[in-house]
C-alpha cells in the first residue's frame, strides 16, 4: 500500500532552503540600512551642535572659480553643481578613453607573447615587467614632467604637416568646424560599427554551419567605410575643418587636449595595459593544445586559429579579471589630482575648501565613483554571461 504523499512546502516557510535564504537577506538589508541611518543622523546631529552647515543646497550657489580643461562650456558664474559635473564629464572621458586604448594595447602585448619572434615576444615580456612594477604615480608625475619641461614652448612647438603641434600647452590637432554636419558621419560610423558586428555573427554562423570561411577583413572595412560615407552625404558633405595655427606665443584654432589629460591618459593606459596582457596570456594559456592541433589539421592559420579558435574559448577566462583591471583604471584616475588635471575629485575639493561641506563633497565622490563602477560591473557581467559556455 502506497503511504500518501506529503504536501510540498511553501517557499516562504522557514524549512525551506529559499526561504530561509529570502528572510536571511532581508535582515541584512535592514541591518545595513539602520548602520547608514544611525551614521547619517549621527553626523548631522554632531555637525549641528557644532554650528557647521550641512545640506546640499550649497549645489545651486555661484561656483565663482575656473575649470582650465571642460567638455562642455562652463563659466565661473555657474554654480557647483555645473562644476562637478564637468569634473565628472572629465572623469569619464579619461575612463572611456583609456579602457579603449587599454583593451587594444593589452589584447596586441598578450598575444605578442606567444609570437614566434623571439625578439617580440621578449619585448612583449619587457614592456609588462617594466610598466607594471612601477607605480602608476611616478609614471603619471614622470609623464607631466616630461610635457612641461622637456617639451618647447608653443611658438616653437614641434609639429606635423602644420596639422599637429605639441608644446608645454599641450597637443593641438585639425577637428571638424563646428555645426557644419559632421555629426552624421558619426553617426554613419556608429551604425557601419552596428552593421559589421551583425555581418561577423552572420558569418560566423554559416561557418559553423557549411564550414565555409569568410575572411572578415575586407566585408567590415567596406561596410564601415560605405555607412560612414552615407553619413557624410547625409550631413550636406561637409569638408570644413578647424585647422591649428602657431602664433608667436601659442596654438590658436582646431582642437587640444592639455598635458595634464596626457599625462593621466598615456600613464593610466601603459600601466593598467601591463596587466591586462598579462590577463589575456593566462587566459590564452588556458585553450588546451588539443584545440590548437585540431584547428591546425583542418587547414587553419596561425592567425585565424588565434581569432576563431583560442580567443573565443580565452574569452571565458579573460572577462572576469579583465573588469576589475577597468575598474582599477576608473578609479586610479583619481590620481589626476596630482598633475592638476580637473577631474572629479580636484573640483570636489575645491568645492569642498570653498563652501566648508567636507561630508557632502566626499559622499558626491564616493557616489560618482559607486555608480561608475556599478555601470561598468553591470556591462561586463552582461557581456560575460554572453559570451559563458550554453548548455544544450
Known amino acids: 500500500m502506497n503511504s500518501p504523499t506529503k504536501p510540498p512546502r511553501p517557499a516562504w516557510s522557514w524549512r525551506s532552503r529559499a526561504g530561509r535564504g529570502v528572510i536571511y537577506q532581508v535582515i541584512a538589508l535592514l541591518v545595513i540600512g539602520l548602520a547608514v541611518w544611525f551614521l547619517a543622523y549621527n553626523t548631522q546631529e554632531n555637525m ?3 554650528g557647521i552647515q550641512s545640506g546640499f543646497d550649497f549645489l545651486g550657489s555661484p561656483a565663482g572659480f575656473d ?16 562644476a562637478i559635473w564637468i569634473g565628472v564629464l572629465n572623469t569619464l572621458k579619461v575612463a572611456v578613453i583609456g579602457i579603449f586604448l587599454t583593451t587594444v594595447l593589452g589584447i596586441l602585448l598578450g598575444v605578442g607573447r606567444f609570437s614566434r619572434n623571439g625578439i617580440v615576444r621578449g619585448l612583449c615580456y619587457a614592456y609588462v615587467e617594466v610598466f607594471r612594477n612601477v607605480p602608476v604615480l611616478l609614471q603619471m608625475l614622470m609623464w607631466y614632467l616630461f610635457f612641461v619641461e622637456v617639451l618647447p614652448q608653443p611658438g616653437e612647438a614641434w609639429n606635423l604637416a602644420d596639422l599637429f603641434y605639441l608644446s608645454k600647452d599641450g597637443m593641438s590637432f585639425p577637428r571638424p568646424a563646428e555645426g557644419s554636419g559632421y555629426l552624421w558621419v558619426v553617426v554613419g560610423f556608429a551604425a557601419g560599427l552596428v552593421a559589421s558586428w551583425v555581418w561577423r555573427k552572420w558569418a560566423l554562423k554559416q561557418f559553423e554551419a557549411t564550414g565555409r570561411l569568410r575572411k572578415p577583413g575586407l566585408p567590415t572595412a567596406l561596410i564601415i567605410a560605405g555607412c560612414t560615407v552615407l553619413g557624410w552625404v547625409a550631413g550636406g558633405m561637409p569638408t570644413e575643418w578647424a585647422i591649428p595655427e602657431a602664433g608667436r606665443f601659442m596654438i590658436e584654432g582646431g582642437g587640444s587636449v592639455s598635458p595634464e589629460f596626457m599625462a593621466v591618459l598615456i600613464s593610466l593606459t601603459l600601466y593598467t595595459a601591463a596587466f591586462v596582457a598579462e590577463v589575456v596570456r593566462g587566459g590564452i594559456q588556458s585553450v588546451s593544445l588539443g584545440q590548437k592541433e585540431a584547428s591546425a589539421a583542418l587547414g587553419l592559420a596561425p592567425g585565424q586559429t588565434m581569432n576563431l579558435v583560442v580567443l573565443p574559448q580565452a574569452m571565458r577566462v579573460i572577462i572576469p579579471p579583465l573588469t576589475n583591471q577597468y575598474l582599477n583604471l576608473t578609479k586610479n584616475s583619481s590620481l589626476a589630482v596630482a598633475v592638476g588635471y580637473p577631474d572629479v575629485v580636484s573640483i570636489a575639493n575645491t568645492t569642498l575648501n ?3 561641506r567636507a561630508v557632502e563633497c566626499i559622499a558626491i565622490i564616493m557616489l560618482v565613483y559607486l555608480t561608475t563602477s556599478l555601470s561598468t560591473s553591470l556591462f561586463m557581467n552582461w557581456y560575460n554571461d554572453r559570451m559563458a559556455i550554453k548548455e544544450r
Not at 575649470?67 to 555645473?82: F, L, N, Q, R
Open 48 to 50: 549641528r551642535i557644532r
Open 354 to 356: 570653498q563652501s566648508g
Open 67 to 82: 575649470i582650465g580643461e571642460t567638455v562642455v562650456a562652463y563659466d565661473p558664474s555657474e554654480t557647483y553643481g555645473k
